[in-house]
């Protein structure tokens, strides 16, 4: 099993930064793709960032290019989403997640199904 405890969110005005982390225990030789998913109210959950288990090759949605950047610290065992330049957008609970698929074969990095392990979420609030 792998667990997955997501920390940083909060509140910050537009045009603000919020770096979250998420910390990984348990089996973590089973992780081949980690991802960052938000769910905004009212919308489904969409795929944000993901990142590779050798924390190599990474890849974002469109609507975040340029503004967060996903990174992995393997001997920490963290999961960190640098988010700059917030807008009210971007408001909504983020979540980690990870799978042991690796992030790029089948294309489907944004895809929920496939990961099977998530955290309980951090709250993202700008305004």
């Known amino acids: 099993h792998v667990q997955l405890v997501e920390s940083g969110g909060g509140s910050v005005q537009a045009g603000g930064s919020l770096r979250l982390s998420c910390v990984v225990s348990?089996?973590?030789?089973?992780?081949?793709?980690m991802g960052w998913f938000r769910q905004g109210a009212g919308k489904e959950r969409e795929g944000v960032a993901a990142?590779?288990?050798?924390?190599?090759?990474?890849t974002y949605a469109d609507s975040v290019k340029g503004r967060f950047s996903i990174s992995k610290d393997n001997a920490k065992s963290v999961l960190y989403l640098q988010m700059d330049n917030l807008k009210p957008e971007d408001s909504a609970m983020y979540y980690c997640?990870?799978?042991?698929?690796?992030?790029?074969?089948?294309?489907?990095?944004?895809?929920?199904?496939?990961?099977?392990?998530w955290g309980q979420g951090t709250q993202v609030t700008v305004s």
């Open positions: 990142i590779d288990s050798d924390a190599t090759t990474t």
């Open positions: 348990g089996y973590t030789g089973s992780i081949g793709c």
């Open positions: 997640a990870s799978r042991p698929l690796d992030c790029w074969t089948r294309g489907d990095w944004y895809v929920q199904s496939p990961y099977n392990y």
